[in-house]
């Protein structure tokens, strides 16, 4: 937790220090502009007195200096600045050319995933949708997941399904249905996502995986706004299956769950680590959890999965916990 909770506040700091050297860029913008027009307006006024000072020429009928008394000279009035100050334009802005590089590098998904923050009860996930392929079936089919939660689950199908709202059946629930339609139908309080392992089969697609995912997300922010979004990482998988099927590599899957790390950070969602529970220490998928396959699971891994999500659920005030609640963390 304390690595999570490091980068988060390194992040934060950065933040931070962004805002603030914008904002003394805007300030010293604003001091130029009111003392260019200072000065200005102080190098106009000489030149008016210079011009007002200039004597006519004697006329005959005028006096001259010996026959009248010189009239006392009157001292020039003070100059104020408050006039130049009041006719400068405080509430304007401009953009500032960007210094500092504000994106995030390098992501590790172990790092941003969510921590560990109590246990939230089971009824929780009744409002919940889960949105995914053949691996999130067993939500629904196996009565170690969370058969109360909705569940779309459609065999071979990736984000762009749910962009490009395809027509797909689910096999569960025997239903052919327009994906995205069929998941704003649900109206759910949060969202947990699982795509992946059907798109990473072809090879050197990761961008358009990549950008695929982050137009789901948008969609869902834009049909569905205030919902909570939670990114599953891919599972990994037994390791002689990148024999037949060289994309679903367990360093590829590694990597692309850091771009999906990277995403979250960017589109302000969660993302929840789940290959943390799945997979061993080599990345490769828990031997007890496979299946004939290499790629789909056991029930037994289901209770695995759905005790980690009960566990790293991001804290709402609305939540329901078993035991303590971890509320006190907040200082509250």
């Known amino acids: 937790m304390s690595d999570y909770y490091n980068y988060r506040n390194k992040i934060e700091r950065e933040r931070r220090r962004r805002r603030a050297v914008i904002a003394l860029l805007c300030v010293l913008v604003l001091l130029c502009a009111a003392v260019g027009l200072y000065w200005f307006s102080r190098r106009r006024q000489p030149e008016e007195q210079t011009s007002a000072a200039v004597p006519a020429t004697a006329t005959p009928e005028q006096a001259t200096p010996e026959q ?16 130049a100050i009041e006719n400068a334009v405080w509430d304007s802005s401009q953009p500032v050319e960007q210094s500092i590089d504000f994106e995030y590098l390098n992501t590790d998904s172990r790092m941003v995933g969510l921590p ?11 409002t919940v949708t889960f949105l995914g392929d053949s691996i999130t079936e067993g939500m629904e089919c196996y009565a170690t997941g969370y058969q109360n939660a909705h569940v779309l689950a459609y065999r071979g199908a990736g984000p762009d399904s749910a962009v490009n709202n395809a027509t797909i059946e689910d096999k569960i629930r025997k239903v052919s249905e327009p994906v995205f339609d069929a998941l704003v139908a649900t109206q759910p309080d949060a969202i947990y996502i699982l795509f992946g392992t059907n798109t990473m089969v072809a090879q050197n697609n990761e961008d358009k995986f990549i950008a695929y995912y982050e137009r789901l997300i948008d969609m869902i922010h834009e049909s569905m706004p205030g919902v909570s979004i939670y990114v599953q990482s891919i599972p990994g998988v037994q390791e002689w299956v990148r024999d037949t099927k060289p994309g679903l590599d367990n360093d590829r899957l590694r990597v692309v769950n850091n771009l999906l790390a990277n995403m979250t950070l960017r589109k302000g969602c969660y993302f929840v680590n789940i290959a943390e529970v799945l997979n061993g220490p080599d990345g490769s998928q828990i031997d007890e959890y496979a299946v004939q396959d290499g790629i789909h699971l056991q029930p037994s891994a289901y209770t695995a999965w759905c005790d980690y999500l009960a566990t790293h659920t991001a804290w709402d005030r609305r939540n329901r916990y ?6 006190y963390i907040l200082g509250t």
Request: hydrophobic share 35%.
């Open 116 to 126: 560990a923050l109590g246990r939230v009860t089971r009824s929780h996930f009744d």
């Open 68 to 83: 009248t008394t010189p009239a006392p000279t009157a001292a020039p009035a003070p100059q104020r600045i408050l006039p």
């Open 322 to 327: 078993e035991g303590e609640n971890p509320l």
